[in-house]
């Protein structure tokens, strides 16, 4: 196992349209989440899970945005209906329940235009 | 409303000498502090943290600083190399880092001369 995994690297979409992003944790791991980071900020936390559970939500998670994560395994994040504010890097993490064992993703990078 | 800061948006040190990056947090209620290191189109790296209960963390070149009171916690790096140019965040959170969202400051970018 290499680490945590994303796909795609980079995501290029008209405003407007749908996008899914998939993370593939490290295999053992019990926790994802999902984070975005844009220009000059820290990334900021959007959602999580503990096996297929999705346990925490932020505020910025708005009602275009949705998280799965069947059978405790990889994760999707989905944006419908896409914004310009929405462009941002993506990035997802998994760890075994502590902040300490945080491993992340090289993110996906989504441009609105 | 910023609950952790890093005023510096860069520091420039020269290889060999001693790199102190700075943080500040608002939230009394945080109690694991963690550093990160990120490269340019990787994702975050974890390099260090500490909990409320001890005031200082060291681990090889690194070592971090917790001072409760002034709510500010430090990351030195001694001695500084060319490599450890990156982006750090300072990271914090709750209920000893188990609830597992943190929150991030905006980053302070080292530059590392040789």
């Known amino acids: 196992d290499t680490g945590v995994s994303q796909n795609p690297r980079h995501k290029i979409t008209k405003r407007g349209q749908n996008v899914t992003f998939r993370c593939d944790p490290i295999s053992e791991h019990n926790r994802l989440y999902w984070y975005r980071q844009t220009l000059g900020q820290g990334p900021e936390f959007l959602t999580y899970?503990?096996?297929?559970?999705?346990?925490?939500k932020s505020r910025l998670l708005s009602d275009r945005f949705s998280a799965e994560r069947p059978k405790g395994s990889f994760s999707t994040l989905e944006i419908q209906r896409t914004e310009q504010g929405d462009s941002a890097m993506y990035l997802c993490?998994?760890?075994?329940?502590?902040?300490?064992?945080?491993?992340f993703g090289s993110g996906t990078r989504l441009t609105v235009v | 409303d910023q609950q952790v800061k890093q005023n510096s948006p860069s520091l420039s040190v020269q290889e060999g000498r001693i790199s102190i990056l700075n943080c500040d947090y608002t939230?009394?209620?945080?109690?694991?502090f963690l550093w990160y290191k990120k490269y340019p189109a990787e994702g975050p790296t974890f390099l260090i943290s500490?909990?409320?209960?001890?005031d200082k963390n060291e681990d090889g070149r690194f070592t971090v600083f917790l001072n409760k009171s002034a709510k500010h916690l430090s990351l030195h790096i001694v001695p500084s190399q060319p490599g450890d140019s990156a982006v750090y965040f300072c990271?914090?959170?709750?209920?000893?880092?188990?609830?597992?969202?943190?929150?991030f400051g905006k980053g302070t970018k080292l530059s590392v001369k040789p």
């Open positions: 899970f503990q096996n297929e559970a999705q346990l925490e």
């Open positions: 939230n009394s209620m945080f109690d694991y």
């Open positions: 990271a914090a959170s709750v209920d000893g880092g188990s609830q597992g969202n943190l929150i």
């Open positions: 993490a998994s760890s075994l329940g502590t902040a300490k064992g945080y491993t």
């Open positions: 500490i909990s409320s209960i001890k």
